[in-house]
């Protein structure tokens, strides 16, 4: 199964169990996309009734109940490992 991706605003549903007892009520609302770690997609997310962020990886979320904002085209165009990274190497200067 093709993993979806999400952006910033779109509406999310965690898998039941993944916080245990700190299981969050209702949808959250993904406020940022994070750079991918350990193979995973990760992001900031703010769910109802909470005052704080919470980090979550890509595998919480239950992909059934939040149905993602990119269409098909979209998702098949984003590459699933990237080897890219988030630093631009050109950008960095160092002193001789």
Same mark, same amino acid.
């Given at each position: 199964m093709a993993r979806r991706h999400y952006r %910033?605003? $779109? *509406?999310i549903v965690l898998k039941q169990g993944i916080l245990? *007892? %700190?299981q969050p009520l209702g949808p959250g609302s #993904? /406020? *940022?996309? /994070? &750079? %991918?770690?350990q193979g995973f997609v990760h992001y900031r997310v703010r769910f109802q009734n909470e005052n704080? =962020?919470?980090s979550i990886r890509? $595998? $919480?979320i239950d992909v059934l109940a939040s149905p993602s904002s990119f269409s098909p085209i979209e998702t098949q165009? #984003? &590459? =699933?490992? *990237?080897?890219s990274s988030w630093i631009n190497s050109d950008a960095i200067r160092t002193k001789r």
């Amino acid at each position: 199964m093709a993993r979806r991706h999400y952006r %910033a605003g $779109d *509406s999310i549903v965690l898998k039941q169990g993944i916080l245990g *007892s %700190a299981q969050p009520l209702g949808p959250g609302s #993904i /406020l *940022s996309v /994070l &750079p %991918a770690a350990q193979g995973f997609v990760h992001y900031r997310v703010r769910f109802q009734n909470e005052n704080y =962020e919470r980090s979550i990886r890509q $595998d $919480d979320i239950d992909v059934l109940a939040s149905p993602s904002s990119f269409s098909p085209i979209e998702t098949q165009a #984003i &590459p =699933e490992n *990237s080897k890219s990274s988030w630093i631009n190497s050109d950008a960095i200067r160092t002193k001789r």
